[in-house]
């Protein structure tokens, strides 16, 4: 049963893994322009390089389900949390 869990976790991580390297890119807006890059982080800019920003980096999650073992209120036992940002 874990390991039916787990693959579809892992499953799912690699598909959103996938589609978000396939939306990355340039977007400019009219107006005041902004430049947002997604290439390697987040980067938001304007063109005239008055104003910028950018964040980059690694996440690292774990999440952990524990079958068949409940708490004092009557819910499974599971944990989510972000171990490095």
Known sequence: MIRKHSLGFVASALALAVSAQAFAGTVTTDGADIV????????????DK???FKLGGRL???YSRFDGFYT???????AAYFRRA
């Open 60 to 62: 690292q999650a774990d």
């Open 72 to 78: 004092k209120n009557g819910n499974t036992a599971d």
């Open 36 to 47: 947002i890059k997604t290439k390697g982080g987040l980067e938001v800019a304007t063109t």
């Open 50 to 52: 008055e104003f910028s």
